[in-house]
């Protein structure tokens, strides 16, 4: 990781007195940003900034699962690209991201479930997105292994399968991005902390780093679970943003079982099985607000409890790893990005949750978008800050999940 | 991240048997006079403090009360931190 060998993506630059553009953080929305700026608008003077490795954050702890079946006009598009340009990057960066397009079967366990799915399903339709109801018997078929009996804590009642998502090498796409970056004269500056940012006159001057201070007129705050303490600390500007670690973890190899991403919003469970043989799968999030990324026999009961149950051929397998990452829950389920609007020449890309994995493709694009031209791209209008101000909270939460006593 | 909150009436039980309240914010803001950014600040804002923090538990699987904890959000452990009304009344 930090060995006296250089990099796979290039050689250890040392860090200069000044950037055209400095990013905070070094997981993929940085990462794919700082592409996009090189490859659209040919602006390369870039200075990564990551205080651990690059991937250390949620680009290497998510469940590597991507789909484009949320719920909102805003929100379905901006996924339906980022799927859309799996396999576009894989050749762009002439890296295999081992995208595996196996679909997303989410499981609805009551009624109204089933009516919220029919919902989300029109709005996906509507977007040129795949997604389709289906019920329990045709479930079953798709994947044998569910157990649609009545006798569950949450029987099946059908499911929302969407075929086009499924699952990617996540740290392929970091490992891709930061060579194709790189290539292009993005500048990595891994085990370097940013301290502060200065501004004058209401504008960004210059980003202090534990390596020394850079002179710039341009930094994006793009740090996942870590931007909000970022941001408030460096600017004080405050978000609607709850930090909540989020578990995951793998069982030993099997035999292949699983051949679609499973999710469950009711068992608060997601399943796929890795090209491996292991069955990944993740859980809620811990309900109160913190920066550890360690693991709890809570979780890893509630797993085993949760996919014992509708994937009971899953009884008796152990779990081989556990881990954990950081989800900055935003009270409407969708992110913030915004720019020039705090403080000229700030932009922010933050409050992802558990969706900046899925998303960073797309995001990568337009955040380039907005900084190059300091125009904020229609896609990304309606996440500005200013949405919960004027009480545009987006629908993205079929129910209310009870994670912060804002809803 | 397992976590132990000592609750005033029950003293030190599971974390899980509490729900997080929220930041400590502050008094509600008076309606007279309130703007669109006071309301949102108070209602959805965060500092997401990666350190101390002091902040609002209930205690809904026990006592059912409502009290503020400093923790720290690093290592999920709790510290005794006096408030400054606290020490002015001693």
Avoid at chain 1, 44 to 55: Q, R, V
Avoid at chain 1, 176 to 202: D, F, P, S, W
Avoid at chain 1, 337 to 353: A, I, T
Avoid at chain 1, 358 to 364: D, E, M, R
Wanted: overall charge neutral.
């Amino acid at each position: 990781m930090f060995s006296k060998n250089k990099p796979m993506w290039g050689k250890k630059p040392p860090l200069k007195s000044s950037y055209d553009v400095v990013i905070i953080g070094g997981g993929l929305h940085s990462l794919a940003t700082a592409y996009y700026l090189t490859k659209e608008y040919g602006i390369t003077d870039i200075a990564i900034i990551e205080k651990n490795y690059i991937g250390f954050g949620g680009a290497g702890r998510n469940t590597a699962i991507v789909r484009a079946n949320q719920r909102t006009q805003y929100n379905v598009p901006l996924y339906k690209e980022a799927l859309d340009l799996w396999p576009v990057l894989t050749k762009d960066l002439d890296y295999n991201l081992m995208f595996n397009n196996c679909g997303n079967l989410n499981l609805m366990h009551s009624e109204a479930a089933m009516k919220a799915a029919r919902m989300t399903i029109a709005t996906a339709q509507f977007h040129g997105v795949e997604s389709h109801l289906i019920d329990a018997k045709q479930a079953k078929e798709l994947v044998p292994a569910l157990n649609i009996s009545e006798d569950i804590t949450f029987p099946i009642h059908g499911a929302m399968f969407h075929p086009p998502g499924g699952v990617l090498r996540h740290d392929a796409v970091v490992w891709g991005l930061a060579r194709a970056a790189a290539a292009k004269g993005v500048q990595i500056h891994q085990q370097t902390e940013a301290l502060g940012i200065g501004t004058q006159n209401g504008k960004v001057a210059s980003v202090t780093t534990s390596r020394g201070a850079i002179n710039t007129k341009q930094v994006l705050i793009s740090a996942g679970g870590y931007s909000a303490a970022l941001i408030y600390d460096m600017l004080g500007i405050k978000l609607p943003i709850s930090v909540l670690t989020i578990q995951a973890m793998v069982t030993q190899p099997l035999k292949p079982v699983l051949d679609h991403v499973v999710s469950s919003g009711a068992y608060h469970c997601y399943a796929n099985q890795t090209l491996k043989g292991e069955i990944a799968t993740g859980a809620h999030m811990d309900p109160w607000p913190n920066y550890t990324t360690l693991n709890t026999a809570h979780y890893i009961k509630h797993q085993a409890e949760a996919l014992s149950e509708f994937l009971p051929c899953l009884r008796g397998v152990r779990f081989m790893r556990i881990w954990g990452g950081l989800a900055d829950m935003t009270p409407d389920m969708a992110p913030i990005m915004d720019g020039n609007e705090q403080v000229e020449g700030f932009f922010m890309d933050c409050g992802w949750g558990y969706f900046g994995f899925k998303s960073c493709s797309a995001v990568g694009k337009y955040m380039a978008q907005f900084m190059a031209t300091n125009q904020c791209p229609d896609m990304l209008k309606p996440f500005a800050l200013k949405r919960y101000q004027e009480h545009r909270l987006m629908g993205e939460t079929a129910a209310l999940v009870n994670y912060t006593p804002d809803n | 991240m397992a976590l132990t909150i000592t609750c005033p009436i029950c003293g030190k039980r599971n974390g899980y048997e509490f729900r997080f309240g929220g930041e400590e914010k502050g008094p509600r803001p008076e309606e007279e006079g309130l703007t669109p950014e006071a309301w949102c600040d108070y209602v959805h804002l965060n500092k997401c403090v990666a350190g101390v923090q002091e902040e609002w538990w209930c205690h809904k699987d026990g006592c059912g009360s409502w009290f503020k904890i400093h923790r720290d959000t690093t290592t999920n452990l709790e510290k005794e931190i006096k408030t400054v009304i606290e020490e002015a009344g001693k």
